[in-house]
């Protein structure tokens, strides 16, 4: 019975998740300029298409700059607003913790037209740093709870131990707590990346034309013409992601292997 | 003359007390115990005296100086705790040598002073090493380094043997002793284990409900008990109740006479199972009291056996008789004689 229940799910799982994106990516390499089967011939055209292209291009650095902008500033301040709840009461942190996870719960249209209301007041609109600002506050949430999920799972006595020592709050923040939470702040500021990177609700309110991310390139693209270039960004955007889930896998395995004293 | 002041220290958690006007001194280099059963307050005094726990009323005074006030940073106290608390991401080396890069001593000062420490605890050939590549009794050690490595005023220690297995307790206790009397550093150890204390420490303070209920050396405590409490948990006593009037003990069991045997009342007769004998015969001896028993059970240790004998329906007496000529059968009638001398009145 468990086995019926443990293919059919399989199955179906792969067949209407896995499937369909599967099937579109091999179109990258089609020489067809239009996205159906059977493949035509084999070709790296679109590679270089996209990567000749000033839209493409400039909309992956625009990608790249504002992703790693929002994601500094996202790792500051839920990096920051998790160290600081977890010294607070448990009232308290609750209370904080709800604060801090709400941009996650929010839906997003909401978010951004909050925000391209409060930065066209504040003369921000169309410029990286308003999307910065905004990719940062969607962003922080989830750094603020990977760090915090680190943080609790540390020994208080540690911090304690170090007290006693005579250093300082700020010294056994740098020298103990920052080196056993790095795991956390680094999933937390990937976690981020990856947000702002594929983010194009808030992007789509925020982004002025020079300032256009890939996702809203790849969005207008799907409007004006479909071709085989989308897909070449849709297969890079996946990779990105996917290189992104294994270094977590493989830092999840570091600390559970480092921890079992 | 004394170094550690602890002035009528009350401590309240909410609403509910854990320390009752408790007052201590150490001198200096003294190893003092704070002694006593879960919940009696000891670890709650030991975090007073670390400074993680702020008094609801009362003072602790070093070398004269109020410190009550003063934060764990700035006491200058080693803290060995009870899971040890080592850094998971330094080696054993860097773990010792932190309290010295706190302060900003030199590099050359820090190599120095952390191989003496290494040496004094003999884990030399584990300087590289991570704490979790290290056995529990290593650990200990690496904490005990890195809590004497900066010279500190006084050296707070809370269970430091609880996790370790007896035979290994045993080593760690004499090392302790002996590393204690090299470097003459003030130490106060937080402990359940009555053995523990004894072997290590000075002075014993027995604490029971958040109150001291005695502070002396082993010996005063075992021999002269204050309360039933000390009584019973130092050792193993035997205690026959009754009641005291014009100078003679009264109980179930017979009469004893006493030199000092102070007001009168209800009272209880304790004595220690080695100042008991156990024979077949009441015996004419002079001065030694008499009384009837009958053996319910006896454990033979090889040099000698440990007889639990009955005196009336509830009261049973421990007593240590020789074993080389064979065990007395349970159920025999047996005479339980002891000096009066040897007696003690608790009230």
Not at chain 1, 162 to 167: E, L, Q, V, Y
Not at chain 2, 270 to 279: A, H, K, Q, T
Not at chain 2, 296 to 309: E, H, K, P
Request: net charge neutral.
């Amino acid at each position: 019975m468990s086995r019926t229940i443990y293919w059919g799910s399989l199955v179906l799982s792969l067949s209407f998740l896995a499937l369909p994106l599967l099937l579109v990516l091999p179109l990258a390499f089609n020489t067809s300029s239009f996205l159906i089967y059977p493949m035509e011939g084999f070709t790296f055209r679109w590679f270089a298409e996209v990567f000749g292209q000033a839209t493409w291009t400039s909309a992956i650095m625009n990608s790249i700059r504002v992703a790693l902008g929002a994601m500094v500033l996202a790792v500051l301040i839920g990096g920051l607003a998790a160290t600081g709840a977890i010294l607070t009461g448990r009232v308290a942190q609750v209370l904080l913790s709800a604060l801090f996870v709400s941009p996650l719960v929010i839906p997003s249209i909401v978010v951004a037209v909050a925000f391209a209301y409060a930065f066209g007041r504040a003369g921000l609109s169309g410029s990286y740093l308003s999307l910065m600002l905004a990719h940062a506050i969607l962003g922080a949430p989830l750094v603020f709870l990977s760090v915090l999920t680190s943080l609790r799972g540390l020994d208080p006595a540690l911090d304690q131990a170090a007290a006693s020592m005579g250093a300082s709050r700020l010294h056994r923040f740098r020298h103990v707590t920052l080196p056993l939470a790095a795991p956390g702040f680094l999933a937390g500021a990937l976690f981020a990346f990856i947000t702002s990177f594929d983010e194009v609700v808030v992007a789509l309110f925020l982004a002025a034309p020079e300032s256009t991310t890939l996702p809203i390139a790849l969005f207008a693209g799907l409007r004006d013409r479909l071709q085989p270039t989308i897909v070449v960004v849709a297969l890079m955007l996946s990779l990105v992601s996917l290189a992104f889930l294994l270094v977590l896998g493989w830092m999840q395995k570091r600390t559970a292997t480092s921890r079992q004293t | 003359m004394s170094f550690i002041e602890i002035q009528s220290v009350n401590k309240h958690y909410n609403s509910v007390q854990a320390l009752f006007d408790v007052s201590l001194t150490v001198r200096k280099g003294e190893f003092v115990t704070l002694l006593g059963p879960s919940g009696s307050g000891k670890t709650t005094l030991l975090r007073i005296l670390s400074g993680f726990e702020p008094v609801t009323s009362g003072a602790i005074r070093m070398g004269g100086r109020d410190i009550t006030a003063l934060t764990p940073e700035r006491r200058n106290f080693g803290l060995v705790f009870q899971g040890y608390a080592l850094f998971p991401h330094m080696s054993v080396t860097d773990n010792i040598a932190y309290p010295l890069k706190v302060r900003r001593k030199s590099r050359a000062e820090i190599a120095e002073r952390v191989q003496t420490m290494l040496d004094l605890v003999q884990l030399g050939r584990f300087a590289r090493r991570k704490p979790h590549e290290l056995s529990g009794g290593q650990q200990q050690r690496v904490a005990l380094a890195r809590a004497l490595v900066f010279q500190p005023d006084l050296l707070l220690l809370d269970e430091p043997m609880s996790a370790l297995d007896k035979k290994l307790r045993f080593d760690l206790q004499e090392e302790l002793r002996d590393i204690h009397r090299r470097l003459g550093t003030t130490f106060i150890n937080v402990t359940h284990d009555q053995e523990e204390a004894m072997h290590m420490s000075d002075s014993i303070a027995v604490m029971n409900h958040g109150r001291i209920e005695q502070y002396g050396s082993a010996f005063a405590l075992y021999r002269q008990p204050e309360s039933r409490f000390v009584a019973g948990f130092i050792g193993k006593s035997n205690l026959l109740e009754g009641t005291v009037s014009a100078g003679i003990f009264r109980a179930e069991g017979g009469a004893v006479e006493l030199q000092d045997a102070g007001a009168d009342g209800a009272a209880a007769l304790m004595l220690r199972p080695e100042d008991v004998l156990l024979s077949l015969d009441p015996g004419e001896d002079s001065g030694r009291v008499a009384l009837p028993a009958e053996v319910v059970s006896s454990t033979y240790s090889g040099d000698r056996a440990l007889y639990t004998v009955a005196l009336g329906p509830q009261i049973r007496f421990l007593i240590y008789g020789p074993a080389r000529a064979g065990l007395i059968a349970d159920g025999a009638r047996v005479f339980v004689t002891f000096d009066p001398k040897d007696c003690l009145l608790l009230r």
